[in-house]
């Protein structure tokens, strides 16, 4: 009974965000823009509590590249590109951002973390400035969790706890406890299933 009410809770949802969905859509079609998909999405970031919740859940499971329709974005926070996807029971607080990045299901991301889409956007190969940004795709592996505050430059494995307030710039392997700024490894936790 409980997943048949958060079902039709979710559709109920789906159908009231659907405007800002197909204008999100339109945009892309018609543009290849993002500035409407980040718009809305901000938009929908202010609405508090549990309805709030479940507006952006619909909105981001429609308009990113991947996103499961069970996960929690709290208030405050959005998405800043459709390239992002979230995984099933993936839980983001509140006053996130988050940009081109892989979340993989059951991850939890605590509030004011940021992980924009990789660490060179304004840099190219050579490591000048250039004028266009360069996005990267961000991964955070499975079941991992990520403290208050913290900013994601790099790919983290799953199993992880990063450290509230920690700066990941380099690679971290699965089964890691991060801390620090720049990030480093503090402790390797068991392999977990």
Request: contains cysteine.
């Amino acid at each position: 009974m409980r997943r048949f009410l958060k079902k039709f809770i979710f559709v109920f949802s789906l159908a009231l965000t659907s405007p800002f969905i197909f204008v999100s859509w339109l945009e892309n079609r018609l543009f290849q823009s993002e500035d409407l998909f980040v718009s809305l999405g901000q938009f929908l970031s202010l609405i508090p509590g549990k309805l709030g919740t479940c507006f952006r859940a619909a909105y981001y499971f429609s308009t990113l590249e991947n996103s499961s329709w069970e996960i929690h974005i709290g208030f405050g926070s959005y998405l800043s590109h459709r390239g992002a996807s979230l995984g099933r029971n993936v839980a983001i607080g509140s006053f996130c951002v988050i940009g081109t990045a892989a979340i993989e299901e059951e991850t939890v991301l605590a509030s004011r973390v940021s992980i924009p889409s990789g660490k060179r956007q304004h840099l190219d190969e050579s490591g000048n400035i250039c004028s266009e940004p360069r996005f990267e795709k961000v991964s955070v592996g499975k079941k991992s969790w990520i403290g208050e505050g913290a900013i994601v430059l790099a790919n983290i494995g799953q199993h992880c706890i990063v450290s509230a307030g920690a700066v990941v710039i380099s690679e971290i392997p699965a089964n890691s406890v991060v801390g620090g700024n720049p990030g480093r490894i503090i402790k390797k936790l068991d392999s977990a299933g």
